[in-house]
């Protein structure tokens, strides 16, 4: 079966001694995102959308052991990020 994985990848300076690419996870509606706890300092943060759905597909393969199947990327209106949506078979 397939389902989707939506968040954000944001470009952070404020909490790292290394600016990095941290990962939020989309949650049921009313709550939090979720952050997952690595993040990426591989990409710079002018990488392209492809760069950047390969990067959100690396560290979604870390959290669920599986590769998505896609990756979908929008930039942010703030510039310091994306919104994504990732399709995932789910394990038989």
Do not use: C, K
């Not at 998505?68 to 942010?76: R, S």
């Not at 990020?81 to 990732?86: D, K, L, P």
């Amino acid at each position: 079966m397939t389902h989707h994985i939506s968040g954000r990848l944001h470009w952070d300076t404020t909490h790292l001694a290394t600016p990095a690419w941290m990962l939020f996870l989309d949650r049921q509606p009313g709550t939090a995102p979720t952050m997952l706890p690595g993040f990426d300092t591989s990409q710079p943060r002018e990488a392209s959308s492809a760069a950047v759905a390969h990067l959100i597909g690396q560290m979604l393969r870390r959290e669920t052991g599986h590769w998505p199947q896609q990756v979908h990327v929008t930039p942010l209106d703030a510039g310091n990020g994306y919104a994504f949506v990732a399709t995932q078979e789910e394990p038989a």
